[in-house]
């Protein structure tokens, strides 16, 4: 069998977690069920990497520019033009070629899937974020558009989260019955829990954040949680990994709470810096006010860390090893973080049983539903 | 023919408030009163009023006799929440079918923490029944029907003529649980619950996956009236009526037809424990591990299972002799609602078969049992803190 992935990201060239997820899911599938073949459908990056695929570049550039500015979602007409360019550019160059399934993942790809659709070939739409998610809920409408017509042209539409489907249902009016519910995976081999953490020599604690800095990854609320951690326990130092349109805005505001001593601000780092950042932590913390997924919840668990989530991502759906608050409960956070740090039995806890939980999700598990889903929409 | 003994425990714990770590030092009030009264009410009304009556006019028409084993937590809770509850009790008490079953008064770990206080648990129950049903028990039901031979030991030293344990095949080995043995190095009876023909009712009743669904009173007196051995002992949640079946799942009508049909051609006669008292023993048995009746186990694992339970038990027990030392009355009470075999429940990490009947107790109070350890957790360090407060300054 030949599935056309569509993607505007592939890992490890410009990616974010879309990127990660398609790139797992191939490789998976070219380990433990390589009688599925893949061409994929990428815009122009000189993509170099491991995958057993064929990789269709189509001549168009995306960039950073099409989601914000300032912080700010835009859209102007030059990304509407940078967009459907690479959409029509992308349907050319996998016109003639040889497929059965199509597999487009979110709206950046949705003309190109529905175009390539009108050739016969059963069309299924994943969607890993909506456009309410990625915008803090201003969304833009000819974004969610895209998105409402990729869901309903769709034969089939994968959400990776029941909150991703709710929405879907709630919000898009998409019926719910042709809406099934994948969880992302992780790769087991890349996260490990290392004893030896080798970042961790000076004694001190060390609460970690990873994620985009804006307004829907809840790190207003962390910075409150510190401060209130801080005040107990001067030790504890707070890690925040990423950036992001409000990366200026949060560092000012941490020294403003006069925190400037307790929380480090690392900027974008690299998969081996990410790594080590999640080995060097005590604790994991995605204070997400609005989180489909949340996959480096899942990377910081299987790297050995006791994680707490927000109640409202996709994550909390699944996992029963780690804490859940409310976004907004800053008090409850920080006092989950330093009972994690005062009782060392939950942490403990919290470790062994959400290592041995996060297995479950390995991608070769996942790649299994995948495969079920290609065959049945194959044969239908 | 054969004898049925039909036992059911009542008991509700003092749920906690959520209690962070900035609240220790701070002494708030440590029990969560809106949510034990709203499930006290709810399940007061669902279950213990319709069911209650339901046995009185059994045993009034002399169909029926119950053994029930009642906390002094649970009594705590109908008193103040419901005590309409109180007066069903005692009207059944009335009628003359009711057995009241000894324990200790918190539905504690008592037996663990000391002896004195086990004791003295096993008395403050001893005088409840006396107060309000003027009953002395003769049979005694430790805890969720934790057992070893201590136990046996210390329950005859409490003047106690019988005790009811798990029918386990780890005590039992080949033999049947329908049988009077005799605990060990002690005078005592040793009476074996049957835990299948008990979990037919409270697990499976509802259970369309079950071979023997739908279950009929007239099907389960059959089981009752072939079986080979002289008497079973049926012990089960009381909320299985009306709570955990729901009323539509036709539980209510399966207990009013159950004694009816079982006496039927002198089939079945209902007892209560203490007429199953012989001084003929079959066997003896003897249990130097701890057994109880939960989980698939049917050991201590369910309340001592992990290192969290473990280490918040040790703290509550480290906490017995400075709370009594202060001579409180009130932080000692405290201290004991906080000996509630629950609060340790509810910090279980069993993931197998058992996982879904803890979160099902667990539901209304906790996420899970992570915040059900740091909370129970930051309770006990602001007991502590009081306690170190009340020493120093004496």
Known sequence: MNVLILSSELWPVFSGGLGVAVYELIKSFNKVRNHVKFLVGIPR???????DAEIIEAPAKLGYSVYFHNGEPILDWESIRQIYGFNFSLFKACEHKKFDVI?????MTVPAGIMLKEKGVPFIFHVHSTEFDRTNNKPRDWVVEMEKMGAEKADLVIANSKKTKRQLVDVYGIDENKIKVIYNGINLDRFKSNPHKPL???GEKVVLFVGRLTIQKGVWHLLHAAKMVNSVDPQVKFVIVGDGPDR?????LAVSMGLEKNIIFTGKVNDEELLAAYQSSDIFVMPSVSEPFGIVALEAIASGNPTIVSKTSGVGEIIKNCFKVDYWDTTLLASRILETLSYPPVKRALRQNGSREVTKFSWDEISKEFEKVYGGIKGA | MHNAAFCAVLHQPWRINQYTFF?????KHYFNDGLNKRLFERIARKSYLPTLKIMKDLCEDNEFKVNLSMTGTFMEQAKKYKPSVIKALQD????????ILGETYYHSLAFLTSENEFKDQVNMHKKMVSDLFNKKAKIFRNTESFYNDDVAAAAEKLNFKGIVTEGSEKILGWRDPGYPYKADNTKLQLFMRNYKLSDDIAFRF?????????????KYANWLKNMPNPFTVIFIDFETFGEHHWEDTGIFEFLKHLPREARKDTGVEWTHLSNLLSKKFVDKINSPEFISWADMDRDLSAWLGNEMQNSAFNFLRELELPVKATKDLSLIETWRKLSTSDHLYYMSTKFAGDEEVHSYFRAEAYQGPYDAFTNFMNILQDLKSLVNDKLTKA
């Open chain 1, 45 to 51: 990056i000189n993509w170099k990497g491991d995958l």
């Open chain 1, 103 to 107: 597999h487009a993942n979110d709206w």
């Open chain 1, 200 to 202: 961790k020599k000076l």
């Open chain 1, 248 to 252: 200026n805005y949060l560092i000012k």
């Open chain 2, 23 to 27: 609240d220790i030092g701070h002494h």
């Open chain 2, 92 to 99: 059944l008490n009335d009628t003359g079918g009711l057995e």
């Open chain 2, 206 to 218: 509802s259970s369309r996956s079950w071979e023997g669904y739908p279950l009929t009173a007239t």
